[in-house]
């Protein structure tokens, strides 16, 4: 396979992980680019296996995150961004005036704006071993193997992280659940 069509397959499972993340997705879009620049410039030295491009791509954007982070952290935010991050993607307000339904408030921002700010919350209450065994699996699509390879702990320990992921995700979202 072709670093090319390696990127076409990897490169939407890649940007989704970042996200899911906690990556802003202009962020998930720059670290996807410079980490298949990485890959490219290694590309002589590569296995042609799927897996193995598969890891090393998760491996290295997983290090530029990092790097990312402990760069931004010498950052100071004004008053200005700080009001900025406040609001969701959509640009509506976080704190939007709610109103009440059967007893429980609601904000009244668009659905997909809701429930974005919504998982996001709840995800960043996950511990970071379970939201990584978690967002591997489900948003990179990663089968549980190539996880256990990637993060050097046993198939059945994955198996564990990514249902105590679930399990703390349903009771944290609970409210969101439509019953009949």
Same mark, same amino acid.
């Given at each position: 396979?072709?670093?090319e069509e390696h990127y076409n397959t990897l490169a939407p499972k890649l940007t989704n992980w970042l996200v899911a993340t906690g990556s802003a997705y202009a962020e998930a879009c720059d670290l996807v680019q410079n980490t298949f620049l990485k890959i490219w410039q290694m590309k002589d030295d590569l296995r042609d296996s799927d897996e193995a491009v598969s890891g090393l791509a998760f491996t290295i954007a997983r290090n530029l995150r990092k790097?990312?982070?402990?760069?931004?952290k010498r950052l100071v935010l004004s008053e200005d961004m700080s009001a900025e991050s406040q609001s969701s /993607?959509?640009?509506e307000s976080i704190s939007d005036p709610a109103m009440t339904i059967d007893g429980?408030?609601?904000?009244m921002q668009s659905d997909v704006a809701y429930l974005r700010v919504r998982l996001k919350k709840a995800f960043a209450q996950l511990p970071p071993i379970l939201r990584e065994a978690y967002s591997l699996f489900q948003v990179a699509e990663m089968p549980i193997r190539e996880i256990a390879r990637q993060t050097g702990v046993s198939e059945n320990l994955v198996?564990?992280?990514i249902f105590r992921a679930k399990e703390k995700l349903r009771v944290i979202?609970? /409210?969101?659940?439509v019953t009949f």
């Amino acid at each position: 396979m072709t670093v090319e069509e390696h990127y076409n397959t990897l490169a939407p499972k890649l940007t989704n992980w970042l996200v899911a993340t906690g990556s802003a997705y202009a962020e998930a879009c720059d670290l996807v680019q410079n980490t298949f620049l990485k890959i490219w410039q290694m590309k002589d030295d590569l296995r042609d296996s799927d897996e193995a491009v598969s890891g090393l791509a998760f491996t290295i954007a997983r290090n530029l995150r990092k790097n990312l982070a402990r760069d931004n952290k010498r950052l100071v935010l004004s008053e200005d961004m700080s009001a900025e991050s406040q609001s969701s /993607d959509s640009g509506e307000s976080i704190s939007d005036p709610a109103m009440t339904i059967d007893g429980r408030n609601v904000t009244m921002q668009s659905d997909v704006a809701y429930l974005r700010v919504r998982l996001k919350k709840a995800f960043a209450q996950l511990p970071p071993i379970l939201r990584e065994a978690y967002s591997l699996f489900q948003v990179a699509e990663m089968p549980i193997r190539e996880i256990a390879r990637q993060t050097g702990v046993s198939e059945n320990l994955v198996k564990v992280r990514i249902f105590r992921a679930k399990e703390k995700l349903r009771v944290i979202l609970a /409210d969101l659940r439509v019953t009949f």
